[in-house]
């Protein structure tokens, strides 16, 4: 039974809610409907970032001291008032959804600890919205001993089963982290390769007050520190293999020193790229083919880069495919909420390295 779902994503980019609508059974998708996007105001993204800070030290996944309490009170209002917005764009009205999957902005991420942390009120939002409202995804694949991350690839594989190329296919998702999900006929494997645009858009924060590189062009400008990037591929995460997951902030310690801002822009745009790349000798079969996704998308100077790093495979972005880029990870959670609903697997052992398949999500009514 095909359902209408609506997916909702922020990510740890801290830009903003996407909001898209698709048309699916959970297995395939049979319509792509409209998407939005509510961004946070300068405020938010300020009170969030405390709140990465902060949530450090957190011990429980439900505990919300300081400023987490009130980061997640922000949280629900822009995911509510990006689904009004929605609604009233696209002239719907709640009873036309039948679930909204919905991600909560993550805060922190330690599953050698059994601990994921995405904030979000979830009962207030489904109770805001009048629609039922599935969350917290990532939980029983993380208290089962995965990962919890990354969780798009099985929408990932329903996108790419529908393309006639021969495989392997390497779908990257480069958010605030990269992520890949390798797809070859039967195949699925997934990880987190390294930072995506996390360290590139603190940097331009800290020494331009932009939030983020337009289109790679600040990038463009500088010169790449080779040697910067060899020493940080040398930390132990690169060699391992997948399935392997991150937090936003696990590279935040590495520091480019005394660089102008548009060297330090194209290094750490390179360091994404490169890292990326680095997973090639670890996956089973070189990939013919990248089709790259998220806010990395957009970013020229990344594609180029990545170009270079993977060979003869072909490098391209999701929207040439006809793919919304920038809603790809809101339609997942569309799709990843029917599947819950269902009680298909969410996460398998070669995507999340959790010891069975498992599915997940808690469904809050209005």
């Known amino acids: 039974m095909m359902l209408t779902a609506l997916g909702l994503m922020s990510g740890t980019s801290l830009d903003g809610v996407d909001v898209a609508l698709i048309e699916t059974d959970g ?6 409907g409209p998407s939005g996007y509510r961004p946070y105001q300068p405020a938010e993204r300020n009170l969030l970032r405390q709140a990465l800070g902060e949530a450090v030290h957190l ?18 209002r822009a995911h509510a008032e990006a689904v009004a917005s929605f609604l009233a764009q696209n002239r719907m009205r709640p009873e036309d959804i039948d679930i909204v999957g919905f991600h909560g902005q993550t805060v922190l991420h330690r599953p050698e ?7 979000g009120d979830a009962p207030a939002l489904a109770k805001a919205i009048h629609i039922p409202v599935m969350y917290d995804f990532r939980a029983a694949d993380v208290e089962a001993g995965g990962q919890g991350a990354p969780f798009v690839p ?11 190329r021969e495989g392997p296919i390497v779908v990257v998702n480069i958010g605030g982290v990269s992520n890949i999900t390798y797809i070859d006929g039967d195949a699925l494997i997934a990880c987190d ?3 995506g645009n996390a360290l590139l858009d603190d940097f331009m924060y800290r020494t331009m007050n932009q939030a983020f590189d337009a289109e790679g062009k600040f990038a ?19 060699a391992l293999p997948p399935p392997k997951s991150l937090d936003r902030n696990d590279f935040a310690s590495l520091k480019l020193g005394d660089v102008l801002p548009a060297d330090g822009a194209a290094t750490l745009t390179a360091f994404t790229a490169a890292a990326i790349a680095r997973i090639i000798p670890l996956l089973p079969r070189r990939p013919r083919s990248w089709i790259v996704c998220g806010g990395g998308a957009r970013n020229l100077t990344m594609l ?25 990870e809101a339609q997942a959670f569309g799709f990843l909420a029917v599947r819950g609903m269902k009680g298909l697997p969410l996460s398998y052992p070669a995507t999340t390295g959790v010891p069975m398949p498992m599915t997940g999500g808690v469904i809050a009514r209005p």
Do not use: C
């Open 27 to 32: 297995k395939q998708v049979k319509a792509f």
């Open 59 to 76: 011990t429980q996944r439900d505990a919300r001291p300081g400023v987490l309490a009130e980061a997640e009170r922000a949280v629900t």
């Open 113 to 119: 600890k059994r601990l994921t942390v995405q904030i």
């Open 154 to 164: 099985v929408y990932h594989r329903a996108l790419a089963n529908s393309l006639d």
């Open 193 to 195: 390769t390294g930072p």
């Open 220 to 238: 463009s400008l500088g010169k790449v520190d080779e040697a910067w990037i060899a020493r940080a591929l040398e930390l132990p995460f690169f």
């Open 304 to 328: 180029r880069m990545l170009r270079e790093r993977v060979g003869s495979a072909t490098v391209e972005a999701a929207e040439t495919l006809g793919w919304a880029s920038d809603a790809i």
